[in-house]
């Protein structure tokens, strides 16, 4: 793993630990020489992540959108900042950027993006780990809809193993360098 995209809030939620672990995941990043991808925002969790992993000496790229980018939410700090004409490509720039993807907690955005790499990886697009950092449960509620799918016909349960939900950001640094994606694309039967 050279570079991973980590998807997360423009926010900071009301539980300090999940800025706590958006920095501890910055800093790791850093430590083990992987270049963080992210949304490019100086605010919420995001600021806590790119900040950490700056701090301790790691390279940070940005890929914002056009519009975002012109609100003046850019981080100015980065390595490298990308401005896209959208948020699909940014989407698209920060799936090309990274070897995998990792989501804090965050809102609508950081669940858009997130299952929009999930479905990239369900058809074969790519082949990158997708894993939620459930940080005090919060990804639980989700983990429990994607079994709800699998039990009722909507995915296969090779799919929805493809996901990792793990509270220990090493153990997910771990599950994703051993990840190997399924051979059964949606459409095989």
Request: with cysteine; proline share 4%.
């Amino acid at each position: 793993m050279n570079r991973i995209a980590v998807f997360c809030g423009s926010s900071r939620g009301i539980d300090p630990e999940y800025s706590r672990q958006a920095k501890m995941l910055g800093q790791l990043l850093a430590q083990k020489n992987i270049t963080l991808v992210f949304g490019g925002s100086k605010v919420g969790l995001m600021e806590d992540l790119s900040e950490a992993a700056l701090q301790a000496g790691g390279k940070v790229i940005g890929v914002m959108p056009r519009l975002l980018h012109e609100k003046g939410i850019g981080h100015p700090g980065l390595t490298e900042m990308i401005v896209e004409e959208t948020m699909h490509d940014r989407k698209m720039r920060m799936s090309e950027l990274c070897d995998g993807i990792i989501a804090l907690p965050g809102g609508f955005g950081t669940l858009d993006e997130s299952f929009e790499m999930i479905t990239w990886a369900q058809l074969g697009i790519h082949q990158k780990p997708v894993a939620f950092l459930n940080v005090n449960g919060f990804y639980d509620p989700l983990k429990h809809l994607v079994n709800h799918m699998t039990t009722q016909g909507f995915l296969k349960t090779v799919h929805r193993d493809m996901l990792i939900f793990l509270p220990s950001i090493n153990d997910i640094i771990k599950q994703m360098k051993e990840y190997i994606a399924p051979a059964d694309g949606k459409w095989i039967r």
